[in-house]
């Protein structure tokens, strides 16, 4: 479990301004950009136990993000 947020800044620290190029021109990349934001704060309130809860639900927030993160990735090549 880890309590480092997974910012995607943080991620992709290469890919910075194509981040923001596609977060400010395209519509479908800041709904995903978005997104993965609201699922991942949810994750880390949820591994610091800001927020209790079960570990299912933790599990199916971290495929999530994974998801998200994996679509953004293919997004930015």
Request: charged share 35%.
């Amino acid at each position: 479990m880890s309590n480092t947020p997974h910012e995607l800044a943080e991620e992709f620290p290469e890919k910075a301004e194509r981040i923001h190029l596609l977060k400010t021109g395209d519509p479908h990349f800041r709904k995903l950009f978005d997104q993965y934001h609201e699922v991942n704060r949810a994750v880390h309130r949820a591994e610091t136990r800001v927020e209790a809860i079960d570990d299912a639900a933790e599990q199916a927030l971290r495929r999530q993000r994974l998801m998200l993160k994996d679509e953004l990735s293919r997004m930015l090549a």
